[in-house]
């Protein structure tokens, strides 16, 4: 299983994200940096844990604010495979951040306005370099698409796959830096049983060691972490011994 370290950037820094609540999101303190820039970030991650991916969200292109290109093209050259979410609406969007050189474009159900634009996601730039995340709150749905109003967060995956997606994050915002617990798991336990051959990723709310294995346990191919790892709730020696880091 892969451990995927999160950045959630914002005015420039790394903030932490708490319970969703993005007005109240704060550069981050860290025992890993000194301070909460983005690039001295995801070098502490790559040197002190090997991490070979990470996930970045650009929390200012998500909200319509415009995503920073300049620093996501400068964090897409550190030796680490990137999957970023920058409120990606439309096939050229993700093209954009493709050409940067990030390896993985998120596709949210917060940010695609509609099933046919993921449909054309994915046949544009293929289903190897689109990660839907289905994004939850509270375990509601949030959603771009109108046709997903009255689904359920199942059944938006369901249409997720009918366009050709395979691989997928699922994420509850309102246990993010809240330490507690991936409540997603019953939901990644029944795609995984519909869905074998895809990859799933869960994260939100990771508070020890204890919630990794629990998530292996249920299936997840990698699970996003953040503030355990910034806190030290979660070390390098506790990856290092249990599980082969990708």
């Known amino acids: 299983m892969q451990i995927i370290p999160v ?18 999101y704060r550069p981050i303190q860290s025992i890993l940096t000194a301070n909460a820039a983005p690039e001295e970030v995801l070098d502490a991650f790559i040197e002190r844990f090997a991490f070979h991916a990470a996930y970045v969200a650009d929390l200012d292109g998500i909200l319509g604010k415009g995503a920073d290109f300049q620093l996501l093209g400068r964090l897409a050259r550190r030796p680490i495979d990137l999957i970023v979410d920058a409120g990606v609406k439309s096939p050229n969007d993700a093209q954009r951040l493709i050409d940067l050189g990030v390896s993985k474009v998120g596709a949210a159900s917060e940010s695609i306005p509609s099933i046919d634009v993921l449909a054309d996601l994915v046949d544009r730039c293929s289903a190897d370099r689109i990660v839907f995340s289905m994004d939850l709150n509270d375990g509601k749905p949030i959603i771009g698409a109108q046709e997903w109003t009255s689904k359920t967060p199942d059944a938006i995956v369901d249409d997720a796959v009918s366009c050709g997606t395979k691989q997928f994050i699922l994420l509850d915002l309102a246990d993010v830096g809240e330490s507690t617990g991936l409540r997603t798991l019953p939901l990644l336990v029944r795609l995984r049983e519909r869905y074998p051959s895809c990859w799933f990723a869960v994260g939100g709310g990771v508070h020890n060691f204890e919630d990794v294995s629990r998530a292996k346990r249920a299936g997840a191919d990698a699970i996003l972490i953040a503030s355990a790892l910034h806190d030290g709730r979660i070390s390098p020696d506790d990856l290092a011994q249990s599980f082969a880091v990708h």
């Not at 950037?9 to 969703?20: K, N, P, T, Y």
């Open 7 to 24: 950045l959630d950037l914002q005015g420039g820094s790394v903030v932490r994200a708490v319970g969703g609540r993005r007005s109240e």
